[in-house]
């Protein structure tokens, strides 16, 4: 089994089977199947995967994760099939088994089963739960794979089952970008690379890795990719905190924020659980004095287990950024992270669930929390200070339009250059010469105030 990079939470670690090869899961494929058709119906319902996985026995999680992000990266083409083939919709539980199934034997599907097996597997797991339904289920999916030619043509004229993604997403992105939209809705179907931050540059650990037999390169000053993915357990001082699992994006935010940070400054990280930026931020610069918020306490017990695991420290504090009254202790700040909630369009490879999760009215909601957060945290900074604007979101909404709106609103700020890239992150193999694209989507802005 193989750990994948929750992104939201860059040092959980999840497990997911390896593509390509047989399973090597020990719970049966029919059982697999049915805590999966679980757990993508959830999805549907409108609960994360991470939460629908969570009720999901141990042992069988590892396996019930891997074919959940197969299914949930071809539910567009799943939810096609399933109309055209059985038009009067099944009851819930049959009706999770066979998009299950038509998604795994979709032609670009991810799964590592002969047809015929993963056809019985289904039937087997329909006959435990509704057995009236076996037969039924058995003909429709051996008519898809008599009809799968046909089948294939006619999805690809329904841009939901062509892309996998929402209808307003996709327009979402062909509005803001029109010459690459297609490409980051394949992007986003493809399997994200494992990267790592390693604390003493990329290059000596990268050294460390090969003599562990690790294959893997540097692809930034402390960013590790890795040939393919690996338990943590399995990287060399990984325990001892020399090294921890962050996306090459969300790597540059520290370095952004702390050029011409002052000796010892005071700096907030507004949004911090779990704390990835946070840890990074001190172990480029141990003497600052540090204040971690979050919103969310639960997950700020994760930022003081990472700070742990690294043996840094930090202040940290369970507070809504927006209500400074409420938290903040009058000094100014000398630096800002805002690291804001937002859709995480931009880690869609990461969690496929998101896409099928959010609606339309969210990103409109989302810009109005994080245009608060703005206009709250403004005010706490130093004059001659800077505030890095950051989001995993590839929405223009969330991003530059946000950033434009809110310079028009302060005439204290102004816009600072983003040394080594322009515009927005976005999650493209384009130059990448080991497939899909070792960044994540996110946008960066650098904001100075003036004195
Ligand atoms: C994108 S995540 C931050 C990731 C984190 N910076 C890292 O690198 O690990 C956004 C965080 O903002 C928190 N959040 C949401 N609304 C907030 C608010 N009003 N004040 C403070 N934190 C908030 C969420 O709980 C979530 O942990």
Not at 395 to 402: R, S
């Amino acid at each position: 089994l193989l750990p994948v990079q929750a992104a939201l939470s860059p040092t959980a670690v999840l497990y997911t089977a390896p593509v390509s090869a047989p399973a090597p899961f020990s719970v049966p494929l029919a059982q697999l199947l049915l805590h999966t058709a679980e757990a993508v119906q959830a999805v549907r319902k409108g609960r994360s995967l991470t939460e629908a996985l969570a009720r999901c026995p141990a042992a069988a999680r590892p396996g019930t994760q891997a074919l959940s992000f197969a299914v949930l990266r071809r539910l567009g083409v799943a939810e096609h099939l399933r109309k055209q083939l059985a038009p009067k919709r099944p009851p819930p539980q049959v009706e999770g088994l066979l998009l299950c199934a038509l998604a795994l034997l979709w032609p670009e599907g991810e799964a590592a089963y002969a047809d015929h097996t993963l056809v019985d597997q289904t039937v087997q797991a329909v006959r435990r739960k509704a057995q009236a339904s076996a037969g039924f289920v058995n003909a429709v999916l051996r008519r898809f794979l008599r009809e799968r030619n046909e089948l294939v043509a006619s999805a690809n004229v329904d841009p939901v089952a062509r892309f996998n993604h929402p209808a307003w997403w996709i327009e979402q992105l062909k509005a803001d970008w029109p010459a690459q939209w297609q490409a980051l809705l394949a992007a986003n179907n493809e399997h994200p690379p494992m990267t790592l931050r390693a604390r003493q540059g990329a290059d000596a650990y990268v050294e460390r890795l090969a003599a562990a037999g690790i294959a893997a390169r540097a692809v930034g000053p402390q960013a590790v990719r890795l040939a393919r993915a690996q338990p943590v357990s399995a990287l060399p001082g990984f325990a001892e905190g020399e090294v921890s699992v962050q996306d090459l994006a969300a790597q540059l935010a520290a370095p952004l924020l702390l050029r011409e940070c002052p000796p010892g400054a005071r700096v907030l990280d507004a949004c911090s659980a779990p704390g990835g930026k946070t840890a990074h931020l001190l172990e480029l610069r141990p003497d600052l004095d540090l204040l971690a918020l979050d919103s969310d306490a639960q997950r700020l017990q994760r930022v003081q287990d990472n700070l742990d695991r690294l043996h840094l420290s930090a202040g940290l504090r369970a507070a809504d950024a927006r209500d400074t009254a409420a938290w903040h202790d009058g000094r100014p700040f000398d630096a800002i992270l805002l690291d804001a909630p937002c859709s995480a369009s931009g880690i869609v490879r990461r969690h496929p669930d998101v896409r099928w999760l959010r609606r339309p009215e969210d990103i409109p909601q989302l810009a109005r929390i994080q245009a608060e957060l703005l206009d709250a945290l403004w005010p706490l900074l130093k004059p001659g200070g800077r505030l890095v604007y950051a989001t995993c979101s590839i929405f223009k909404a969330e991003g530059q339009a946000q950033i434009d709106a809110f310079l028009q609103r302060q005439s204290t700020a102004s816009s600072l250059d983003v040394p080594g890239f322009t515009g927005h992150l976005l999650p493209l193999a384009d130059n990448d010469p080991d497939g899909p694209s070792a960044l994540d989507g996110f946008f960066y802005a650098l904001l100075a105030k003036s004195f």
